[in-house]
């Protein structure tokens, strides 16, 4: 018997399938989720974004390999590869963020998150055409935030903050005392903007720390003892 929430996530399937096909007649980029939302029956602990797919290929031929357009349970069922997930370098690099929760790693079990793009859209590198779609794409993902309620979210991508706050609409971003973490609300929930897992340059020890304590207690008291 499916949720409530379940039933409201697939409304927002339709709605959002029906939108991405129809922006796809200008922008010719195949499209889809990252993790599976079908099994989301109750607010997830973390919703996690980043800016969008990194693979390529165009809607045309997802639709040629499929058989027909995208469907809202296509949808739904995310990435086709998402099987793999766990072998992928990006996905190692962020379970590693949440390698010091007490309890075990919240992304071992795909009921505990979401991670998915500011745009579903599908390109070889996040540039390009890809700012270009998310004033229309962006507002998709964060209704998804909205609908799901999650006790937690983490943007990817040290630009990204600037790109939420301008068409994110119910959004906040503010400094904290890590120059490269930021601390803010999207809808009310509280968020927290950091560097994407691949990039190196910087120690992502102090994003492990705040997520240690931000798992079990507010936010702001999670920073106090960071």
Known sequence: MKTNLQ???????????????????????????????????????YFII??????????TQ??????????PQGLLEGNPVWDRHAEWGNFRNLRSLFSQIEGGNPLDDDRNFILTNASFFNTVKATGDIYQTIPQTLPLTLELAEIV???????????????????GGNVSVEPTQFPRIKKGHI????TIYIDHPSYYRYSKQDTRQLLKRWHTMPLAQALQNT
Do not use: C
């Open 7 to 45: 039933k409201d996530i697939q409304a927002w399937a339709k709605r959002t399938v029906e939108a991405y096909i129809e922006m796809a007649k200008k922008w010719d980029y195949s499209f889809y989720t990252q993790s599976p939302l079908t099994q989301i029956d109750a607010s997830p602990q």
């Open 50 to 59: 980043q800016i969008n797919p990194g693979s390529g290929g165009t809607y």
């Open 62 to 71: 997802q639709k040629k390999n499929i058989g027909h357009d995208m469907t």
């Open 149 to 167: 309620k999650p006790q937690h979210i983490v943007v990817l991508g040290s630009n990204l903050h600037h790109i939420i706050k301008q068409f």
């Open 187 to 190: 809808h009310g929930i509280e």
